[in-house]
């Protein structure tokens, strides 16, 4: 179980865990092993459509403003960090 909700970067996943500590290890495995499959086909979802949408689409105002972009992008992220969106 500490693994798992070390592993965990959402604090939701938690009480499905505990809720499957009763049933035993197997209810514990089934529900980590679907939470890790979940979670990396998401991800690799995410990548891929990331992917497919950069070699597709060309943003020329992407190219030339990009370096003005990304601090801009950083910065709104930092601040919305700090007031605790």
Known sequence: ??????AS????FVPVL??????????ITAVLLTYSL??????LLLVWLA???GLRWRWA?????GERLSPLILMILGLALVVGL
Do not use: S
């Open 1 to 6: 179980m500490v693994a798992g909700v070390a």
């Open 18 to 27: 505990i809720a499957a500590l009763p049933l035993g290890t197997l209810a």
């Open 9 to 12: 970067p959402d604090g939701a």
């Open 61 to 65: 105002w992407l190219d030339r403003n």
């Open 38 to 43: 979940a979670t990396l086909v998401l991800i």
């Open 51 to 53: 992917t497919w949408l």
